[in-house]
């Protein structure tokens, strides 16, 4: 027997977005659905690096991650659980003049746009912040951010918009999404979903949601790949980049050491499978030694890669379908969605409960990746 | 980057029979192995063993002997004491990255055949972490490699392994001080009707018989229907406790050997995402195979315990087997000697039912008490355990993420089968919809400069 | 109380199979003297081992109660599985970390040390 669920709004994907805004519509009164197809966080929401960053974000993206690091200064009054989260330095290391240089090009070109959170800061205020850290690099630029444990947090706003009543139903694939007079109708496996407004948090798998409402999305699937060490004992409380090499280095409360950084494995977004490319990690494992030679001593326990939305602007969508009134998205956060999570939930379920788009959302428009003109009313069809 | 026909995994009777057959049919084999010698955990340290040990570990050991010699004239490259950490799939078969005296290579290879054979089960009851308390093949091991036995030792658990090595020890002169068995009595009635009335299955039997009547003519005590049972100590294990036919006992020892069962080693086949499927009668996941041994995998292929637990003797049959299969593919022409072992095989198999009946898994260590350590390595409780699945994670990988349950070292090796059994109790859901750890690369920790200095070429 | 009781008549049996024997009562015995000696030192006090045999062989005939303790409770650790699954083994060699003693082969002049906690 298949029943049909009636809501104000379905949100398709149960990620860290998809949870965010579903908690957020929620606290505003809306009935509310989320559509996984998979388990809560099982791809990139549960399996990216936990990074809470700020630095050399996008200048687009600023205040919308601005206004999420207050979000996630209070994390535990929003879901009542502290996710893990650690207000610590990110410093981006400079490993030659050249970088130094570009770092401080950087701060320039913030501070023209009103930015003070980036800062540049000498050899020895590197060294005294990583003491670890290889005596040669030059310089830094660091920022008051800090990390937060992924699988945990997308759990605690999938738990926590549970409590206001949403309906997280998981192992559920959107399989067709229709317009049903002035609501949607989602067919899944098991049953029907109707709801007044549609949220797309597909990630990976989003570029297919909005073909289905008629929406261009030039989604790319990508598997960040990650390393994670055996425990070490403390030697860096900062998250650690570098000016030009890819790289993302954390030591966790536990000691073990979680390192990351742009470098790809193979993906396949039908199976959920990704395969790790250790020839890829090759390169990440060197640069963490260069970074810190201590790294030499390190036991990599577990290599692996979560599947990951890539846009071609590297930036996310967030915002109003192009052709519907009342389908929305959160999505293509390209590697870097992790930190946006609570303010995005927010100000889209704003958008879609009172339809105001807030300043720190508006570059993110899916407009911009506007297809070709629409031939069948060219057509007269 | 080396290339062959056909790999192998594993230099126990699986592999070592396979790289035989494949060798005589002249094609190139690479057989990787974690240890120094061939010979697997059951014929372990066989070409290097004194007289001592031959004395002490009988005839079943000394046939280890002519595969290890048979291997040695076969011309298969041969590479121990190498530790395989990561396969991929290639386009020509399968690449296998792994570490050998602390430099990292790979080879490339047609096709694969895994014969990394069993773990022993896990079995976590109280105290089962304290040093002095291993698994019945770990003693087993240092009496095969080094002939060093444990002095004072009580034997906990069931089935043959556990019989086998209480006689061994009886005829080094270092009996164990006491068995203490957790077989319920029931199950000798309920496994009479499956005693297998065949030459194969009735030689098995008359073996074990031979092997208890050692252990009773020495006098060792065994306590039957063992239950409640706890190991006792601070700093290392000092007794075990337990009730036996509805008294209590407590037998001071310096060592506990732990066994009831092994079960496949599924790492390589986990990592493949080769198929698996919960098998109640071995209670354990087993990788679905063909009947020559293939996975859901083309071209990959499980001989010997890794396959299911059959014992020694099934295992080099089921190694033949597969490399049959692999030179039918590369030969296109079809080995005369498949049916017959395909027959040997079912036959050598027939005492299973038995066994299986009468030597169930302990209930006790498949759903521990609550404060049970059940992840050795991120030190894990049932509890805890229990309380995760309360909060809504019914699948293995949620507690792993929740827990850190398999995120240690091991990577689930030890506590793998324990946690899908607690959460399988604690959710009413099948073993299946559970499920298992995803087993991520590299199979083995990896120094960190190992990886920085691996020379490969990307895909 | 259920545990704690001594079944007196079981103990007394075997204490008499004990008593038979003239060596004193250790963790391990070696059932074979050495015969290709290899020295190495644990926590700085010099042992011996045959030669072949595993780190974690050598120190339990040398009745080695615990070979480190874990980084998450810090208790007391020794081999578990004598064959490369479980890691409760891990010791430091000649300054590297995270060693599988049972995996490791005894060299002359190895310098071996428990390891505490995370390497």
Known sequence: ?381 | MSSVDLGIVGAGPAGLAAAVEARSAGHSVALLDEAAHPGGQIYRNIDHAGAKQFELLGPDYAYGKALTKAFGKSGCSYLPKSSVWHVEQRDTGFRLSYSRDGRSHGVDVGSLIIATGALERPMPLPGWTLPGVTTAGAIQILLKASATVADDLVLVGSGPLLILLAAQLVTSGYPPRAIVETVPLKNYVRALPRVPFNASGLGYLYKGSKLLARVARAGVPIFRDARDIVIEGTKRVEAVSFRSKGRAHRVETMSVGLHHGVVPNQQITRLMRCEHVWDQRQHAFLPILTEDGETSVHGLFVAGDGGGIRGAHSAEIAGRLAALKVIERMTGESQAAVKSLRKKLKRDASVRPFLEALYPPFSEALVPSDDTLVCRCEEVTAGQIRDAVRDTASEANQVKSFLRTGMGPCQGRVCGLAVTELIAEASGRSRNDVGYFRIRPPLKPLSLNELADYETEAQ | MIYGVHCKDTVQTHMAILTNRLDETLMYQRLLSISDPVKFTFEGQTLTAQAGESVAAALLASNVESFRDTPVSHSLRSPFCMMGSCFDCLVEIDGQPNCQACMTEVRDGMEIYRQRGEA
């Open chain 1, 1 to 381: 027997m298949t029943n049909t669920v009636i809501s104000d709004l379905l949100v398709i994907g149960g990620g860290l977005h998809g949870c965010s805004a579903a908690l957020f519509a929620a606290k505003r009164g809306m009935t509310v659905t989320v559509l996984e197809k998979d388990e809560v966080g099982q791809h990139a929401s549960g399996t990216n690096a936990g990074g809470v960053r700020r630095l050399w974000r996008d200048i687009k993206e600023v205040p919308l991650a601005n206004l999420s690091m207050e979000m996630w200064k209070s994390i535990s009054e929003i879901v009542d659980d502290d996710c893990g989260f650690q207000q610590v330095p990110q410093v981006k290391v400079a490993e030659c003049s050249d970088d130094m240089e570009l770092l401080a090009d950087r701060v320039a070109l913030m501070k023209k746009s009103g930015f003070d959170h980036e800062r540049l800061i000498d050899r020895n205020e590197v060294l005294s912040l990583l003491p670890a850290v290889n005596p040669r690099v030059e310089g830094g630029l660091v920022s008051d951010d800090g990390f937060a444990l992924p699988w945990h947090t997308t759990a605690a706003f999938a738990r926590k918009a549970r409590e206001l009543g949403v309906r997280i139903d998981t192992r559920t694939e959107a399989r067709r999404i229709q317009k049903d007079g002035n609501t949607w109708r989602v067919t899944c496996s098991d049953g029907e979903y109707v709801g007044a407004h549609l949220l797309n948090c597909a990630g990976a798998w989003a570029g297919q949601v909005a073909d289905q409402v008629g929406d261009n999305a030039p989604v790319e699937p990508i598997a960040p790949l990650m390393i994670v060490t055996q425990r070490m004992k403390p030697f860096c409380d900062c998250v650690v980049g570098t000016a030009r090499r890819p790289l993302s280095f954390k030591q966790m409360a536990n000691g073990t050491l979680v390192i990351g950084g742009a470098r790809l494995g193979r993906v396949n977004t039908a199976t959920n499978r990704t395969d790790v490319d250790f020839s890829e990690l090759k390169h990440t494992a060197n640069t963490a030694r260069d970074v810190f030679p201590i790294m030499s001593k390190a036991v990599i326990q577990r290599a692996w890669s979560g599947i990951e939305a890539r846009m071609p602007d590297l930036l996310p969508v967030i915002g109003r379908s192009e052709k519907h009134e009342n389908v929305f998205h959160a999505f293509g956060f390209s590697a870097h969605g992790f930190q946006l999570g609570p303010a995005t939930g927010k100000l889209v379920a704003e958008l879609i409960d009172t339809g105001q788009k807030a300043p720190e959302i508006e570059p993110f428009g899916i407009k911009r990746f506007s297809a070709k003109p629409d031939h069948s009313q060219l057509l007269g069809m």
